[in-house]
């Protein structure tokens, strides 16, 4: 059809002559209306957004001489966010002599890497850059896909627990208030 006889057409009929294809031979055009063919549109963008999926990282800095207890706290952290599906940026930090020293750095991300290797995959082997060394962590298939519940910090079997466990010290207080109102 015409572009005159088109527009005419569209006219008639008080919608608007949308150009959809401009580089197809010939151009391909649509009789619409153009304020609903954009809000669908938006509509759609909005919709693609929604469903996409956002990956923060997460960053935790360890020391090369971290005691245990300090090792510990910050391995849960680590899994924590796995769990929550963020990759995490291990980075330790080297002071003075340490730095003389990097396969200790070394020896702490790969012991963290085995002992996290149910819920995260290396995507990064650790580099030093430095005085720091980093080491990039990912959550693994079965985090990503919903199917990991192990016993570790936020899984569903927690929250299992921790409910028995408060009912447990419910039960427990009130029957130690019995015993002392006795």
């Known amino acids: 059809m015409r572009t005159d006889e088109a527009l005419r057409y569209a006219q008639e ?7 959809v294809a401009p ?12 304020s609903k063919y954009k809000y669908e549109q938006a509509q759609k963008q909005k919709q693609a957004r929604k469903h996409q999926q956002q990956i923060t990282i997460r960053e935790i800095k360890f020391r090369p001489k971290i005691a245990q ?3 510990d706290t910050k391995k849960g952290h680590v899994a924590r966010f796995l769990k929550h599906k963020d990759k995490v ?5 080297f002071r003075g002599r340490e ?5 200790r750095g070394v020896m702490l991300l790969d012991r963290l890497a085995e002992e996290l ?12 850059d430095g005085r720091n060394m980093t080491m990039m962590l990912g959550p693994s298939k ?17 929250e299992k627990d921790a409910e028995k466990e ?17």
């Open 23 to 34: 580089d197809a031979r010939p151009p391909v055009c649509r009789v619409l209306d153009y």
């Open 166 to 182: 408060a009912a447990a010290a419910k039960s427990k207080s009130a029957s130690d208030s019995d015993a002392s109102d006795s």
């Open 69 to 71: 207890n300090d090792y």
């Open 13 to 19: 009929r008080d919608l608007d002559l949308v150009e």
């Open 142 to 158: 079965a985090v990503l896909a919903g199917e990991y519940d192990g016993n570790g910090a936020g899984g569903k079997g927690d």
């Open 117 to 128: 290797s149910d819920i995260a995959v290396v995507e990064q082997r650790p580099i030093q």
């Open 99 to 103: 730095v003389a020293h990097p396969e």
């Open 89 to 93: 940026k291990i980075t330790i930090m």
